[in-house]
């Protein structure tokens, strides 16, 4: 997937198009990790690469859940599930998203009302329903907001960002703007 979204035919392609790139970069600033270090928590906060791609896979779960009329299965802590690995944590959050897209691609009207959870303290009160376009808003903003976060976690262990990762796992050419990101090399002296 290039870095930027191609032109789209209408609004459910766009919204489903930005959702997909954003799940997409946020699995970029996981690219080349060791489960050792998906589970890294390099910076102030308790957040890891592989914990936020666990959090945003239930967080997107859950919201279907609830475009769906069922309880939402939450969205969890983002920490890295114990005895899971990123290969793992990145098939779930890809079964995650064909599960989007098949629920979205059968409602017929993105302004479908979805109602409010009223058990949930954090959501207003004074909404009785969003629509199924305002969950794929929020799931844009919310995987985006986590992608920025994946970004900053994934500088503080090795030093690699994200257009660097994204020509490496595409298999860019260097370029003189940009030189693919590659696993730093080992040493191999004994000591």
Do not use: K
């Not at 032109?7 to 050792?36: F, K, M, S």
């Not at 599930?81 to 064909?98: F, H, N, Q, S, W």
């Not at 199924?132 to 992608?147: G, Q, S």
Request: glycine share 10%; charged share 20%; aromatic share 6%.
């Amino acid at each position: 997937m290039p870095g930027m979204i191609g032109p789209v035919a209408d609004e459910r392609e766009g919204l489903l198009n930005y959702l997909a790139q954003q799940r997409y970069v946020l699995c970029l600033a996981a690219y080349g990790l060791t489960d050792e270090q998906a589970r890294a928590t390099p910076t102030a906060s308790a957040l890891s690469v592989g914990g936020i791609i666990a959090h945003v896979a239930a967080t997107e779960r859950g919201w279907l859940d609830t475009v769906l009329g069922r309880a939402p299965s939450g969205g969890g802590e983002p920490g890295m599930p114990p005895g899971r690995t990123l290969a793992d944590l990145i098939a779930d959050y890809e079964c995650v998203a064909t599960r989007t897209e098949e629920i979205v691609s059968l409602i017929d009207d993105l302004g479908r009302p979805v109602p409010v959870p009223a058990d949930v303290p954090w959501f207003p009160d004074d909404v009785e329903a969003w629509s199924v376009r305002w969950v794929l808003l929020h799931l844009i903003e919310e995987t985006a907001r986590h992608a920025g976060h994946a970004d900053i976690i994934r500088e503080s262990i090795d030093g690699a960002t994200a257009f660097p990762l994204m020509a490496a796992a595409e298999g860019w050419p260097r370029t003189p703007w940009l030189t693919p990101w590659r696993p730093p090399q080992q040493s191999n002296n004994a000591g």
